[in-house]
């Protein structure tokens, strides 16, 4: 069985940083993609940043380009999400995606196969 747990959300100032982890279980995802999205209340869920094949590649969304930054450890079966320079605009259940395959799409929901619970950030201003 598969399993995606997220880690690390909370409440922060605006200015501020969090960590957010994924660990992954029943399964690796070292050579597909493991990415990171999120929902903000009555908005659809929208993509933040991807890793794939083994962290050679990343994307982010425009968004959050030059603040967050993706990682993945391999040996451990994780992702995590460094952001920095957090704003209120950036509050939203935030969740982690994996998929095995090999594909050149990554930013839509329906690309991933697995998901974590979702872990809530909120920025204050």
């Known amino acids: 069985q598969v399993q995606l747990v997220e880690s690390g959300g909370g409440l922060v100032q605006a200015g501020g940083s969090l960590r957010l982890s994924c660990a992954a279980s029943?399964?690796?995802?070292?050579?597909?993609?493991m990415s990171w999205f999120r929902q903000a209340p009555g908005k659809e869920r929208g993509f933040v940043a991807a890793?794939?094949?083994?962290?050679?590649?990343?994307y982010y969304a425009d968004s959050v380009k030059g603040r967050f930054t993706i990682s993945r450890d391999n040996a451990k079966n994780e992702v995590y999400l460094q952001m920095n320079s957090l704003s209120p605009e950036d509050t939203a259940v935030y969740y982690c995606?994996?998929?095995?395959?090999?594909?050149?799409?990554?930013?839509?929901?329906?690309?991933?196969?697995?998901w974590g619970q979702g872990t809530q950030v909120t920025v204050s201003s």
């Open positions: 029943g399964r690796t995802f070292s050579g597909g993609r």
């Open positions: 890793i794939i094949r083994n962290g050679i590649i990343t």
């Open positions: 995606a994996a998929d095995a395959r090999i594909s050149s799409s990554y930013n839509r929901p329906s690309d991933y196969e697995y």
